[in-house]
């Protein structure tokens, strides 16, 4: 391609952030396709990283001085490279930053590149884009920014994160085994890519929630048969099941290998997933949760709070008001959700475009959210 970036490339970008050098199909910034960890820490400076090991062997280290993640392949070569959103470096391909910024922004500015170097683009699971050429494929998460006092909060803006990878893996970066366990094991939410179409605030019905006991026609501890009628006989129109002794694991003798639960149901028409539990007990699959769906759901009431297809951080702000007033806990899970402690009720976030709004996951009193 015209204008290719040589040289490792590093620098302070908006924010202070670092700045590197995007080489297509050969590094990026200080890192070069093939180094092995010790010359990865080595170029970032960083000794001691969190990493997975499989078999003896280095899978990937995450460097969260610089927000990125190195992967390894089967000799322990560097094959491809995470960037955070957030926290990572500002990767710049000809003059443009890919990282940390509005995901219709850089497809344009994606498109508009491609098109000039002849180079094709593939649409990814997140609806963003794959570029083999360059060994780049682009992802979107929610923006997080410091507050007043330093400390990290969501906001809600969609900004770019980054997968640089070599030759071998541009094709189909995820295909690869440790790619995919590298981004399941970083709590990424699942990809949506669209349409992001929102149900308009007067289309939505109104629920009132009792936290601990029901979420508007829907009561905890209902039977999928009873939980499908309550929505006046929808079908799901998907469902989530696990094996809980799979062959070949030592829980393989504790159960049928074969045996499957149900753990999760979706209805589209009503924009609200169901979530299972009960079998350890032996009486599931029974509701436990209740989300609703920030697209397309209904309204959820929490003492006249609405919960659903708000900015997210108006509805933060009036769970926070809520807690301070009467006397309550906040809990911060892994996600970065916010719940009120002893009530089970979660504000979360779905992707509209550039911006998110909020949904409402209610649970009852047995149900954990990781």
């Not at 396709?33 to 990283?49: I, K, T």
């Not at 219709?104 to 050429?133: F, H, M, W, Y």
């Not at 639960?261 to 509701?287: K, M, Q, S």
Request: aromatic residues 6%; hydrophobic residues 40%; contains cysteine.
């Amino acid at each position: 391609m015209t204008g290719r970036n040589t040289g490792v490339g590093m620098g302070v970008g908006v924010g202070g952030r670092a700045s590197w050098l995007l080489d297509p199909l050969v590094g990026v910034g200080p890192l070069r396709f093939g180094m092995s960890p010790e010359q990865v820490n080595v170029a970032l400076g960083e000794d001691a990283p969190h990493g997975v090991l499989s078999g003896g062997l280095r899978l990937w280290n995450r460097y969260r001085q610089h927000g990125v993640s190195a992967i390894f392949g089967p000799r322990e070569q560097l094959v491809a490279v995470g960037i955070n959103a957030n926290r990572g470096p500002l990767v710049l391909l000809e003059g443009v930053v890919l990282v940390g910024r509005a995901p219709s922004e850089v497809r344009a500015d994606i498109s508009r590149i491609a098109l000039r170097c002849g180079v094709k683009e593939v649409l990814n699971a997140e609806g963003e884009q794959d570029v083999p050429a360059w060994g780049v494929s682009v992802g979107a998460v929610q923006q997080w920014l410091p507050d007043a006092e330093g400390f990290p909060q969501r906001g809600d803006a969609v900004v770019t994160d980054l997968l640089v990878t070599g030759p071998g893996l541009a094709e189909n970066p995820y295909g690869d085994a440790t790619v995919a366990s590298w981004r399941s094991n970083s709590r990424r939410p699942a990809p949506e890519p669209g349409p992001w179409t929102v149900r308009p605030e007067r289309e939505r019905p109104q629920w009132e929630c009792v936290p601990l006991e029901r979420v508007g026609p829907l009561r905890f501890e209902m039977t999928p048969e009873q939980v499908s009628a309550a929505l006046g006989g929808e079908t799901a129109s998907s469902r989530g099941t696990y094996h809980p002794f799979p062959a070949g694991t030592p829980w393989a003798a504790q159960g049928d290998p074969a045996e499957e639960r149900l753990v999760e149901e979706r209805f589209e028409a009503a924009g609200v997933c169901a979530h299972y539990l009960g079998w350890e007990e032996g009486r599931g699959p029974l509701l436990a949760a209740v989300t609703a769906l920030g697209r397309s759901g209904p309204q959820v009431l929490l003492d006249g709070i609405p919960l659903v297809g708000r900015p997210v951080t108006a509805v933060e702000a009036d769970i926070v008001r809520y807690i301070t007033d009467n006397d309550l806990g906040l809990r911060l899970p892994v996600s970065g959700d916010k719940e009120i402690y002893g009530l089970g009720v979660l504000v979360r976030a779905a992707r509209v475009g550039d911006s998110v709004i909020s949904e409402a996951r209610l649970g009852a009193e047995q149900w954990y959210e990781e």
